[in-house]
């Protein structure tokens, strides 16, 4: 079964700093892979995601992530961290290997902070 | 705007009672899902369901209970059986059953028990 590892449940950076933001998958297939972002009392807002093709994927707001079959992550990266990054984020694998293959494994979520 | 709204976005359970959270979509959309969202768990799957009048329980599904009569239209209902009820429960929907789809999601709604 496909299972998502997010590591840090709380980051902090002061802003400008560079902002990573570590997923590590286990799958038996390459999975296809989704960064989300939630503010607080807000739906999920979709980020970026990797399906084929390019492993370097850009996404919204400067973001930008790595899809690394080697060593089964997807680490979440941003040059220069703003207040307004301050949020909740997550990572999540498509469960492709399965009878219904729309379903999403999420992982526990990171709560970025920012510091002035 | 198409986009997915859940309605109402605060809701109060009192004891023994049924609540019932609305989810509504205009995306044209053939799948939808409903999650919970509780601190430092993550997401988690209650039901989804692939066209209309199908539905397949999730990961939760026990005290929980849905309906889709209507493409655009995934009501939950959150029974009496469920016994710790208090969480942000999310509403998504996908373009059909693609592994690469997209979800999208709505702002939430927060139910509590009085």
């Known amino acids: 079964a496909q299972s998502v590892t997010q590591l840090g449940s709380h980051v902090s950076v002061s802003e400008g700093a560079l902002v990573l933001l570590r997923c590590n998958y286990s799958s038996s297939v390459p999975p296809y892979l989704f960064w989300y972002v939630q503010y607080p009392n807000q739906g999920l807002q979709l980020l970026l995601k990797?399906?084929?093709?390019?492993?370097l994927v850009k996404g919204i707001n400067g973001f930008e992530a790595e899809f690394k079959k080697s060593e089964t992550s997807f680490h979440l990266t941003k040059p220069s961290a703003h207040m307004s990054d301050a949020a909740e984020y997550f990572c999540?694998?498509?469960?492709?290997?399965?009878?219904?293959?729309?379903?999403?494994?999420f992982g526990t979520g990171t709560r970025l902070k920012v510091l002035a | 705007d198409g986009g997915i709204t859940q309605s109402p976005k605060y809701l109060f359970r009192k004891e023994g009672q049924n609540v019932t959270l609305s989810c509504e979509q205009n995306l044209n959309h053939d799948a939808m899902y409903w999650y919970r969202q509780d601190p430092g768990q993550g997401l988690r799957l209650i039901y989804y369901?692939?066209?209309?009048?199908?539905?397949q329980k999730g990961d939760i599904a026990e005290g929980y209970s849905v309906s889709r009569e209507k493409k655009e239209s995934f009501p939950l209902t959150v029974t009496s059986a469920q016994k710790n009820p208090t969480a942000f429960y999310l509403c998504?929907?996908?373009?059909?059953?693609?592994?690469?789809?997209?979800?999208?999601f709505g702002a939430g709604t927060r139910l509590s028990v009085l």
């Open positions: 998504a929907s996908s373009n059909g059953r693609v592994a690469k789809n997209i979800q999208y």
């Open positions: 990797y399906t084929t093709g390019a492993t």
């Open positions: 999540a694998v498509s469960e492709i290997a399965s009878d219904w293959m729309g379903k999403y494994i």
């Open positions: 369901s692939q066209i209309v009048n199908d539905f």
